[in-house]
């Protein structure tokens, strides 16, 4: 049995540019030409920001099970660190809701008064939509996601058009925007209602994405069916060769050693 080292700087968890994060691997320096300014994925114990690495505050009773947090439609909610709006962007969003799309202003995401997506709320015309307010007001488009089932939302806006897709598949076209979305008044949040301090949305997240572009149908379809290849490296790396060593290794990691054997 012979056992090697792995150098520090090539250990996952210390590799340049690259780290690990709910459970995807992610290349920090592929985000910028990827235009990813903001990007939350709910495991591992806290919604992390896989772009400034700042955690969320979650309060009241709101917390992870398996690759998904969940809000129990009382008190709790996510407040994260990440305020402001490109003036282009595209939003992906994967959300279980389990009451019906009522008359309640609660909502999976708001970032408020700019970009949102809801789910509830006492006006019909923005119930279930990816929602933006410009200088001329607020304008929705319906995405259609459905009580008691993972939807995966997707919301664009250029400044005219506002688009919202369900499972990739362009659902509602609004073109009575006038301009770029407005300056946010509060920073992004998670299972809460605009109306009030606390919640009260009732439902799962698994992740949102926030890019400062705006995507064509065809990338939509293809970042919905793959939600964390932005997220990815372009190469993948490289920790160990068997075949220039002339054997193949039984190997396992664990801290920074990788054993092998021939």
Request: hydrophobic share 35%; proline share 6%.
């Amino acid at each position: 049995m012979a056992v090697y080292t792995l150098p520090k700087h090539l250990h996952p968890d210390f590799a340049s540019g690259r780290k690990p994060v709910g459970g995807v691997e992610v290349d920090r320096d592929n985000w910028a030409g990827k235009e990813l300014v903001y990007g939350t994925i709910f495991s591992r114990g806290a919604p992390i920001d896989v772009v400034s690495g700042m955690l969320g505050t979650t309060t009241g009773t709101a917390g992870p099970v398996a690759d998904y947090f969940t809000y129990d439609g009382i008190d709790g909610k996510t407040v994260t660190t990440y305020q402001d709006v490109p003036d282009e962007w595209t939003y992906l969003i994967m959300f279980y809701p389990n009451d019906a799309a009522g008359t309640d202003n609660r909502y999976p995401m708001v970032m408020k008064d700019c970009l949102e997506c809801t789910w509830e709320h006492s006006n019909a015309a923005f119930r279930a939509a990816v929602v933006t307010q410009d200088s001329g007001g607020y304008h929705a488009a319906h995405h259609n996601a459905v009580q008691s089932e993972w939807n995966h939302v997707a919301g664009s806006f250029d400044g005219a058009t506002l688009k919202a897709y369900l499972g990739g598949v362009l659902q509602t076209t609004n073109t009575d925007p006038v301009g770029v979305s407005i300056t946010p008044t509060a920073p992004m949040q998670f299972g809460r209602s605009t109306s009030g301090s606390t919640g009260p949305w009732s439902g799962n997240i698994k992740h949102c994405l926030l890019f400062k572009k705006l995507f064509s149908d065809a990338q939509i379809a293809e970042l919905s069916a793959d939600p964390y290849q932005t997220l990815k490296p372009a190469v993948p790396i490289s920790y160990f060769t068997a075949a220039a060593a002339g054997f193949e290794p039984q190997w396992a990691r664990h801290s920074n050693i990788i054993l092998g054997s021939h």
